[in-house]
Nanobody, 119 residues
Framework: QVQLRESGGGLVQAGGSLELSCVMS????????MGWFRQAPGKEREFVGS????????GYADSVKGRFTISRDNSKNTLYLQMSSLTPADTGLYSC????????????WGQGTQVTVSS
């Protein structure tokens, strides 16, 4: 049973920075592409960004491009999301997810960590 656990969320002022972490249980973390998603109150969950299994390629939503950076440390089974120049629009519950290599869909999710950006 795969478990994903996020941490690092909190309250930050606009313009500030925050780094989120996501630890995956098990030994297969390095096999999978991973992604970050967020959900603001009253809105649907949206894609933030993704990273390939070896960290060579990343992709981002236009809304965060240039401000957020995804990285991973396969030796620690950990995925990171470095966020900078935060705005209130970045407020939401941030979740990490594992991408199924066969289907291409994200099939395992963490509970999420709350990020709140004050103006």
């Amino acid at each position: 049973q795969v478990q994903l656990r996020e941490s690092g969320g909190g309250l930050v002022q606009a313009g500030g920075s925050l780094e989120l972490s996501c630890v995956m249980s098990g030994r297969a973390f390095s096999w999978f592409d991973m992604g970050w998603f967020r959900q603001a109150p009253g809105k649907e969950r949206e894609f933030v960004g993704s990273i390939t299994w070896n960290g060579d390629t990343t992709g981002y939503a236009d809304s965060v491009k240039g401000r957020f950076t995804i990285s991973r440390d396969n030796s620690k089974n950990t995925l990171y999301l470095q966020m900078s120049s935060l705005t209130p629009a970045d407020t939401g519950l941030y979740s990490c997810a594992r991408r199924n290599g066969g289907t291409g869909s994200y099939d395992s999710w963490g509970q999420g960590t709350q990020v709140t950006v004050s103006s």
